[in-house]
Each structure stands twice: as C-alpha cells, then as structure tokens.
C-alpha cells in the first residue's frame, strides 16, 4: 500500500526537527553549547565563551514563581561549595520578566545562593538552549560540550548533578 504524500512529508518533518535539535536533548551528547552573554544580577556582562576551560559549568534556568527551581537551586548549593574551588561555576538563569523580576534580589538573598545569578529578560539563551519549562539544568564541560541536560526536579537529582561534575574535575571521592 502507498502511504499519501501528506504523511510522507509530516513524518519527513517530523525526523528532520528531531535531528535539528540535537546539540541539546538527551544526555551525554557532546554536542557545543550555545554562547552567551547576559547580564548578572548585580548589573556585569557575563559571557560564556569567556570562563570556557576554568572547568565545568552548571546552568539551571529558573523563575521565581517556580518552586521546584528554588528547590533545586537550594539543594545546589552543596555542590557547588564543594567544587567551587576545584573549578565549577554554577549559573543560575532566570527568565523572569519585569513584573517578577524585582523578587529576585530578595530571594538570592533569602536562600543565601553562593553562585552567579543572571538575568535572560527575552528568553533569548532560553530559545538558544531549546528549554521546555524551568526548572531545566544542562552541565557544560571545560571544553564547551553539553554533557547532561535534565528537565523538571524531584529530590535527589542533584546527586546525578555532583557525580557528573565530580567526574568532569577527577574527584574519585
């Protein structure tokens, strides 16, 4: 039997904007991570291309009305305290708008968040990484590779969080 052109062409569309998006579904693919420059909370430009190779690098994209990321965010905290030294940086990526965003001075200070905060007010680096919903967390390598990409949070996905970067500094702890 002939399938109808109709179908032919969606499943063709379909396949072709699976393969469009590789660089950053799924876990472990290597793929190069989309640079980036936004502005820190306290007013800097951060850029992304410019800390590549001090070692690994978390990003969590995160809103304040979000509960699961401020959870995930807290319980962040370890890890980075623990890799800090060794190399990490951890950004967390807000996508707040200018109606929520004057919470998040108030919340960094409130949950103590040891780690860069920045600002994406058009959800520019949001659309470049392909999120879906916050909470959404990816690991970048010192050499500017996706590693692990991981959406939503339930307690303990921070400890898959600090085995990879354990592994990505050499710490056989």
Not at 110 to 132: G, R, S
Not at 148 to 164: L, R
């Amino acid at each position: 039997m002939r399938l109808p052109n109709v179908i032919v062409t969606a499943v063709a569309l379909l396949l072709a904007s699976m393969l469009a998006w590789p660089a950053i579904t799924g876990e472990g693919i290597n793929a190069r991570a989309p640079d980036f420059t936004l502005k820190k909370v306290t007013g800097e430009n951060y850029s992304l291309e410019q800390n590549l190779g001090k070692g690994p690098i978390v990003l969590n994209f995160w809103a304040t009305w979000c509960g699961p990321c401020i959870l995930e965010m807290k319980n962040l905290k370890k890890t980075y305290a623990r890799y800090a030294a060794a190399g990490l940086q951890m950004l967390s990526i807000s996508i707040d708008d200018n109606k929520t965003q004057p919470q998040i001075p108030s919340i960094v200070r409130t949950y103590k968040f040891p780690y860069t905060i920045l600002l994406d007010e058009n959800k520019d680096v949001y659309k470049a990484y392909h999120v879906a919903n916050v909470p959404q967390i990816f690991i970048i390598d010192a050499q500017g590779n996706i590693v692990y990409n991981h959406q939503g949070y339930q307690k303990g996905d921070e400890k898959k969080v600090e085995a990879i970067v354990a592994k990505l500094i050499g710490d056989k702890k």
